[in-house]
């Protein structure tokens, strides 16, 4: 973790795509926030949008966004979230999950940085800065023939894996002290630690839902 830290600064200074691989609840989202906070994007929004819990249609609309007259009920235009992201940071969570269609629209993004609202006659300028996120291992979903290998390289540009909390439980303590202290002051609370008995059950547990 340590190592990832003393990194992100660099990978943040950069304008390239990252890709970030790690367990469900590893932090992906937290260290896309950051990778976003420490770069010179830091004053535009940073978008996140889940890839793998909206369905082909609805995911190309949050995307790209639509013009009026696009599909029965668009009655006026809307931004997707590309446009919302515009000179900031896009993350693309869970981006092992969409479909090949998909891919190939995702392709051009990455490929041009153009893409067009649907119902649009023009192409647009995406200026956001992508990070993807996924807890798929796409090497594998490559060997399927899932995954594009032409989007897996245009994503895989600078790699961070995440390792999952049983792989680096040196930081339990750590984070056990960082939620009392947060807890604390949600619920105005005045717990000063915890026993080394729990600590030592915390220690012994194999977490997979990680953090």
């Not at 950051?34 to 909206?54: D, E, K, M, W």
């Not at 002290?177 to 547990?205: C, P, T, V």
Request: hydrophobic share 45%; with cysteine; net charge positive.
């Amino acid at each position: 973790m340590d190592r990832i830290f003393k990194v992100l600064p660099a990978i943040a200074a950069s304008p390239s795509t990252v890709l970030i691989l790690g367990e469900t609840g590893t932090g992906k989202e937290l260290v896309a926030r950051t990778i976003h906070a420490l770069s010179p994007r830091s004053s535009a929004p940073f978008i996140a949008v889940n890839c793998g819990a909206l369905p082909d249609t609805l995911l190309e609309s949050e995307l790209f966004g639509y013009k009026a007259g696009a599909f029965t009920g668009a009655t006026r235009d809307k931004p997707g979230r590309l446009a919302l992201a515009q000179g900031g940071t896009l993350l693309l969570d869970e981006i092992g999950d969409i479909s090949p269609a998909m891919q190939i629209r995702l392709l051009r993004v990455l490929q041009d940085r153009t893409y067009e609202p649907l119902g649009a006659t023009r192409t647009l300028k995406a200026e956001a800065r992508i990070i993807a996120a996924t807890n798929q291992d796409l090497e594998a979903a490559l060997q399927k023939k899932t995954f594009r290998e032409d989007l897996y390289y245009r994503v895989n540009v600078v790699r961070i894996e995440l390792p999952p909390l049983r792989k680096h439980r040196e930081d339990i303590p750590l984070l056990a002290d960082h939620f009392i202290a947060h807890f604390n002051r949600l619920q105005q609370k005045s717990i000063r630690g915890i026993d080394a008995e729990a600590l030592s059950l915390l220690m012994a547990y194999h977490w997979p839902g990680n953090v």
